[in-house]
């Protein structure tokens, strides 16, 4: 395209709803690609820093805190972003009611987390995660201001800024990691870098959008009560599923041995770094999807794109989980190769809940956060009962299991209500798929022939997906809308520096 006259200004273009998402997906991609290395480098210095018995003290900590980490949004984000896509005029006063709620469930979270750390470990023994449990406190006063500012980022389709301020956080987080092993802070100092992290992750946030907040309650009382109707379905659901995520570490912090949760949160570190990837696909379709309704052939369309590519996604985990036992080695040394197991259960755990998460994301952009409700305690009473026999007879293997075992059970209850109202999204090019698989496993399995368990799988990891991805675009597997986006943005991109 021929660049205009010098001194003439150059047309403005728009970026459409695809080359957003290319660009939101891909930063949130970059973004949890620096989170998960840095979570990975982070754990393997706490865990070959403290014994196995602290670091697993320091664990319990951090699963408290994340039991109860449902109230710094409760639903309040998904129901702000479908009340400002639908009335963007209001901006203000519907992000100055989000703010109060965020306030409303903050505080009595916080409380009960503290009252929680007292009862479930008294003593000298649990010293350390009661003091853990204090530092961990202090990234509770930002909440409702981060809440609100990533809030703003995801209507405004911005989620490329917050997902650079977060990796901005998570670096300064690991420097503070590796100065508290280096000046031997002991697990008071670990606790308070990951701290770091989380505090730093919710500041630069706050800077970067600058959100528009009133503080004064009463201007906007009919607001903040309809956001709190229309977010506590939402948020009951968020909290079960809070639960369930954090409910068989607890369970562990209680029935196991403190080894069993340290080897089981080290694993539960892959279920983390990749619980996102719905998020990837699915945040920037979330204002589109509220405005229309299940029966219209352009909500099915991008539902049935977003299936695809989650499950391109998603097939390499299941191929990287067989390596389970290398994989923990790397993370964080031959101490923990035992867990191997656990961390393939969990990867293929991980898998099943990826596949969900775009179907209960579309559920709720239509309002059924009743119906997901009921689902979730279906989940959550499985996963309890599983988890309180399985655990005792079998430790973090036990507890690995039954995480498998209940998102299985989540993907097929969400299939059931999601085919009541919209047709079930078809699954493309099964033997093909298969075939890139197999490819991948070839190349991962050739590398853990390198020497050391660290660069043998990091490498394995990096050639593996290249591989799965080219014999994807040899078959023409790979859809033009996962692909197109990225490309006609990187060409932008060279054409303006060319300019």
Not at 43 to 71: H, I, M, Q, S, W
Not at 191 to 213: D, S, W
Not at 281 to 289: F, H, I, R, S, Y
Not at 342 to 360: D, K, P, R, T, Y
């Amino acid at each position: 395209m021929p660049l205009p006259p010098p001194g003439e200004e150059q047309p403005k273009s728009k970026m459409g709803l695809s080359q957003k998402i290319a660009l939101n997906s891909t930063a949130q991609a970059g973004r949890q690609i620096f989170v998960a290395a840095a979570g990975i480098i982070s754990v393997g210095v706490a865990t070959r820093y403290l014994p196995v018995d602290e670091y697993g003290a320091v664990l319990a900590a951090l699963v408290l805190v994340g039991l109860f980490g449902f109230a710094t949004d409760f639903g309040i984000a998904a129901m702000t972003v479908r009340a400002m896509a639908r009335d963007p005029d209001n901006e203000v006063p519907i992000s100055s009611s989000a703010f109060w709620v965020w306030v409303a469930f903050n505080v009595p979270a916080a409380l009960a987390v503290l009252l929680v750390a007292q009862l479930a470990y008294p003593g000298a023994d649990n010293e350390v995660t009661r003091t853990s449990v204090l530092i961990m406190m202090t990234i509770f006063p930002l909440s409702p201001f981060a809440g609100v500012a990533g809030v703003r980022a995801v209507a405004e389709q911005k989620v490329w800024l917050t997902s650079l301020t977060s990796m901005v956080a998570r670096a300064i987080s690991l420097a503070a990691v590796i100065a508290a092993a280096a000046f031997d802070l002991g697990a008071a100092g670990i606790t308070a870098a990951f701290a770091t992290g989380y505090i730093f992750e919710q500041g630069l946030v706050i800077v970067a959008m600058r959100p528009k907040i009133e503080f004064r309650v009463g201007l906007h009382r009919a607001r903040i009560w309809s956001l709190v109707v229309a977010a506590v379905p939402l948020g009951l659901v968020m909290m079960i599923n809070g639960l369930y995520f954090r409910l068989d570490a607890f369970l562990l912090s209680l029935l196991g041995t403190q080894k069993d949760l340290a080897v089981y949160g080290v694993a539960y570190k892959g279920f983390e770094a990749l619980l996102v990837l719905p998020e990837f696909v699915m945040v920037t379709l979330l204002p589109v999807l509220a405005k229309l309704e299940f029966d219209h052939d352009r909500y099915r369309e991008l539902v049935q794109k977003a299936f695809t590519a989650m499950t391109i996604l998603v097939v390499p985990i299941f191929g990287f989980a067989v390596f389970g036992r290398e994989a923990m080695v790397a993370l964080a040394g031959p101490k923990f190769a035992g867990g191997g197991l656990v961390l393939s259960l969990i990867m293929c755990a991980v898998a099943f809940s990826c596949v969900q998460g775009v179907f209960g994301n579309a559920l709720v952009t239509q309002g059924k956060q009743k119906v997901m409700l009921r689902v979730s305690l279906s989940v959550l009473a499985a996963n309890a009962a599983i988890n309180l026999a399985a655990i005792p007879l079998f430790g973090d293997t036990g507890a690995a299991a039954a995480l498998l075992a209940t998102e299985v059970l989540q993907l097929a209850l969400t299939l059931q209500v999601y085919s009541r109202l919209a047709p079930i999204p078809h699954l493309h090019h099964v033997g093909k798929l298969f075939l890139a698989l197999a490819a991948l496993l070839v190349v991962v399995a050739v590398c853990l022939l390198l020497p050391n368990a660290f660069l043998s799988i990091g490498v394995g990891v990096i050639l593996g997906s290249i591989v799965y991805i080219a014999v994807l675009r040899a078959f023409k597997v790979l859809p033009r809308y996962m692909s197109e986006p990225v490309e006609m943005m990187l060409r932008s991109v060279r054409r303006r520096r060319a300019a």
